[in-house]
């Protein structure tokens, strides 16, 4: 029951990109609040892990959705805003060079991958960061990533570029979430990487292209 509660926190984070899509917000205004919510989140995180307060009622819902190994590390929910807002500051802007100008930009199908594609992989397969998922799982993950990017890329590339760059972040994001580097011990967990090397590959197509 908890892993189903993290895969649903893991879903809410499509709310960001949901918004944008719906007019509710501009694409300056999305980015200006993730940049806000991912503040807070770190507020949180040092405040648990630094100052190391005393929650109460909300220490139970600390241990129920965070796994063990981020006691003493920051969670996979403040990597999942630091993921969501690199790719929303750094691929593929609106005001950005007209190669890569599309709207909704590429950071919105990048940020989809991260809070649908991973939940999906995440609940078929392995949750320990340590451990590579099964090529299955990973086949999964490629087509989900895949479905959810198509949409926005060849509806401004067309059919032929469009697939490839849907194709191209959708591997991107299925490397990241197979494949998770350790550097000094830790762990480099796919919430921070997913978003950004999908919308990394997803944008190099449509340069390669123009």
């Keep these: ?11 809410s984070g499509t709310g960001f990109p949901a918004i944008y899509l719906l007019d509710l917000v501009t694409w300056r205004q999305l980015q200006a ?29 600390y241990d129920e959705l965070t796994r063990e190994y981020e006691a003493d590390n920051v969670a996979g929910y403040a990597l999942f805003m630091v993921g969501a807002t690199l790719a ?9 060079p007209a ?47 895949f ?15 469009g697939v490839a760059a849907a194709a191209a972040g959708a591997l991107g994001a299925t490397v990241a979430d197979g494949l998770k580097p350790v550097i000094r011990g830790y762990v480099v967990d796919d919430n921070l990487t997913i978003s950004p ?6 944008t190099a197509v449509f340069v390669f292209a123009a």
């Design 88 to 96: 929303a500051l750094a691929v593929a802007p609106p005001y950005g």
């Design 197 to 202: 090397t999908a919308g990394a590959a997803m």
């Design 33 to 61: 609040l993730l940049l806000v919510a991912t503040a807070g989140v770190f507020l949180l995180e040092f405040l648990r892990l630094v100052v190391e307060v005393e929650w109460g009622p909300l220490d139970r819902v």
């Design 1 to 11: 029951m908890g892993e189903l509660k993290r895969r649903a926190v893991h879903l």
């Design 147 to 161: 479905a959810l990017a198509v949409p926005f890329t060849t509806l401004h590339a067309g059919t032929v570029v």
């Design 99 to 145: 190669a890569v100008a599309v709207e909704p930009p590429l950071a919105v199908p990048a940020i989809l991958m991260l809070s649908i594609g991973d939940p999906v992989s995440g609940y078929l397969g392995s949750n320990d960061a340590t451990t590579a998922k099964e090529v299955g799982v990973l086949a999964v993950m490629f087509l989900v990533c």
